[in-house]
């Protein structure tokens, strides 16, 4: 059975400290980066302690993307949100 993680949790003074929220704080770690490349990602679901992206721009074809999602994102987003097991591109 599938399981959806995260439909958002904030605390008393605002901050959301959703799964999702995390994965996004990771993102903006790495996005940087991908930007000077041309391209952003965009987290579409957690489910199953998986995150699914998408690689827009010219990530979304490039041949080196599949090393930037996994040397790059996965590392960053499970190093910040460690109930992530795996990142994977749709």
């Known amino acids: 059975m599938s399981s959806s993680t995260d439909v958002a ?4 003074d605002g901050t ?7 994965i996004e704080a990771a993102l903006d770690l790495v996005r940087p980066a991908i930007h000077r490349d ?4 965009w987290l579409v ?5 998986v995150a699914y992206v998408q690689m827009i721009g010219a990530c979304g074809g490039c041949p080196a993307s ?3 999602l996994k040397q790059g994102i996965e590392a960053a ?3 910040h949100v460690p109930e992530i097991t795996r990142v994977e591109q749709i």
């Open 38 to 41: 041309g391209g952003d990602v």
């Open 16 to 22: 959301d400290h959703s799964v999702a929220a995390r």
């Open 45 to 49: 679901s957690v489910e199953d302690d």
């Open 9 to 12: 949790s904030s605390t008393a």
């Open 77 to 79: 987003v499970r190093a």
């Open 66 to 68: 599949n090393a930037t």
